[in-house]
């Protein structure tokens, strides 16, 4: 799987999330462009892609993350499907 | 020892600035700040400062054992002792009383309640020392070799009463040694000035309309809410005072401490007011509570069944809620060891709650000039209710019932319009002083200053106005000082 597929994933994850079909993310993508992306969502969408890609973070990835990029970095690193 | 005291501002902070500024040497800067910082403490403190330094030693031995523990599952041990160490402490020395009048008043026991005084501070250090031991565990930091180090963290004076909640991450390279610039240590003493402007002329006043209010109107409903408006205001100036005061000072001694505020009254919602009231606090409840109840067994575990059994919504919200409802619990309760705290946080959570997944929506489809109207009202009046519950530690009941008219007399007074007559003046301007107005004013006059005179020449005014306005302040505050013994911070009880 190439990382085009993961961000295809990780997109239709954060349209599910956000309940935004129009949303689009690309690695650059941060919370303060998404309106709506605060701590309470932001834990909903590590839930959602832990669970679409069989993985987990770490608690100290959970915080630091700053970007979709760096989410697909460990996503790509650790995904089991 | 307080920060608006005459003793602090020119005998304190004066004698330790220059002797940390004789010294060149890192060693001897530390030194000399560990030195003060224990006397700060000692000073309102002189049996409890042994309780701080047991504290520190006990996480520092913590922090040693996580770095040392050869296995997994011994770094865990080590990080859950340390977390239960410190949980302990605080519940002992803050918890003790409430937890005995609470179990008399379910069983009808009449167990003597233990008189157990408040440490200064304990809620404060408590929480920062428990981001040392937890960020060592979750591989933020390393463990610190030197006990002076987490010493001088747990114990440094500027945010060691009332906050920010410094985490060790966010300092742990500035312990060691600062470069301090003489532009920091102007900002510093800029930012010092105008907390001790916001508490000694604005919270210290406010402070004294709202009692006047309630002790002379508070059997109308005017009189309660005027008391309830004067008392919102005392608590923004006298904790964002303190805070700034408290990143002034860090300044000062080349330290960054985290911000605490940003203009939490012009707040639309509750969930942007907690965004920006006591921001170290809400982060660290964030960071430490919500997060890893969340991603814990059980809440997985529930998260799990629940989609199973085809609640898709329910599988993703009430995990979520019984979360914020846990946060706000001990948010409430972390205020202080009385109920109607813990009914303030639980009053929080359901309004974030019912903002996130019941408000937004309805709430986006209206035109922006409404969403405006209907953001800041209803958070007006949210905001003043729940500070209702926040002051009123007896009869909170029949307290919140005044506010809606049960058990007053009459809605006004003659007395009640003739104390906000006489606060009107200090109402309006304390007003203007809770929105970024000021601000945003003095920084477009910089930048016409910029554009007219060139860079230099409108550094140079900058510096000059900013000198007069914080010798003016000082000036000020000194007079009002020496007169006035009305001086507590109210976070110093937390």
Redesign the interface.
């Known amino acids: 799987m190439n990382n085009n597929e993961i961000y295809e994933r990780l997109n239709s994850i954060f349209q599910d999330v956000f309940d935004d079909s129009s949303l689009t993310v690309n690695p650059d993508t941060t919370a303060a462009d998404i309106e709506d992306w605060d701590s309470l969502t932001h834990i909903t969408l590590v839930g959602a892609v832990e669970e679409e890609f069989r993985m987990k973070f770490s608690m100290k990835e959970v915080v630091e993350m700053k970007n979709v990029g760096e989410m697909a970095q460990i996503v790509a690193a650790r995904r089991k499907r | 020892m307080v920060f608006s005291h005459l003793i602090f501002l020119y005998a304190f902070l004066p004698l330790l600035l220059l002797l940390y500024y004789i010294g060149k040497d890192a060693g001897w800067r530390r030194g000399i700040l560990l030195l003060f910082s224990l006397l700060f403490y000692a000073w309102g403190e002189p049996v409890y400062i042994l309780l701080m330094l047991a504290s520190a030693l006990l996480n520092y031995q913590c922090g040693r054992l996580i770095g040392a523990a050869p296995t997994d599952s011994r770094r865990k041990l080590a990080v859950v002792s340390g977390v239960v160490i410190n949980l302990a402490l605080l519940g002992v020395f803050k918890y003790t009383g409430f937890a005995v009048e609470t179990l008399n008043a379910l069983t009808g026991l009449a167990l003597p309640v233990p008189k157990i005084a408040l440490p200064l501070g304990i809620s404060f250090y408590t929480f920062q020392a428990m981001t040392y031991v937890i960020d060592v565990y ?3 930091c390393q463990p610190q070799k030197r006990f002076s180090r987490v010493l001088l963290y747990i114990c440094l004076f500027p945010q060691l009463v009332a906050g920010p909640i410094v985490r060790y991450v966010d300092i742990e390279d500035q312990l060691n040694e600062r470069r301090v610039s003489a532009a920091q240590i102007n900002h510093g003493i800029w930012r010092f000035a105008i907390g001790l402007g916001k508490k000694v002329i604005f919270s210290n006043t406010c402070g004294l309309a709202c009692q006047n209010l309630f002790a002379s109107a508070g059997s109308t409903v005017l009189g309660n809410w005027a008391g309830i408006l004067f008392y919102a205001l005392q608590i923004y100036f006298d904790f964002s005072g303190y805070s700034d005061m408290a990143i002034g000072l860090g300044h000062m001694f080349g330290f960054t401490f985290p911000e605490n505020f940003d203009y939490p009254y012009i707040s639309r919602s509750v ?1 942007e007011y907690w ?1 920006r009231w006591h921001m170290t606090l809400g982060s660290w409840f ?2 430490y509570l ?3 109840v ?2 814990s067994r059980v809440f997985q575990r529930l ?1 799990r069944s629940l989609k199973k059994a085809g609640h898709k919504t329910a599988a ?1 919200q009430l995990p ?1 809620i019984l979360a ?1 409802l846990i946060v706000w619990f001990s948010t409430g309760l972390w205020h202080g060891a009385s109920w109607n705290y813990v009914l303030w946080g639980l009053y929080y959570g359901v309004w974030l709650i019912l903002e ?1 997944y019941v408000l937004e929506k309805p709430m986006k489809k209206l035109p922006g000039a409404a969403q405006a109207v209907i953001g800041h009202t209803s958070f007006f009046f949210i905001t003043l209710i729940g500070y209702a519950f926040f002051y009123h530690e007896n009869n909170l009941f029949a307290n919140l019932g005044r506010l809606f008219g049960v058990g007053t007399a009459s809605f006004s007074s003659e007395y009640a319009v003739s104390l906000l007559y006489e606060n009107g003046l200090l109402l309006m301007a304390a007003l203007v002083c809770v929105t970024p107005l000021g601000h945003r004013l003095y920084e477009a006059l910089r930048a016409r200053l910029r554009n007219t005179c060139g860079p230099h020449r409108a550094y140079t005014a900058d510096r000059m106005i900013k000198t007069v306005l914080v010798l003016a302040l000082l000036a000020v505050c000194t007079l009002r000082l020496v007169g006035d013994s009305y001086n507590p911070f109210i976070y110093f009880k937390f």
């Open positions: 979750r591989g933020y969930t965004r964030r960071d919500f997060y890893p969340l991603r998260t993703r979520t914020l996130q």
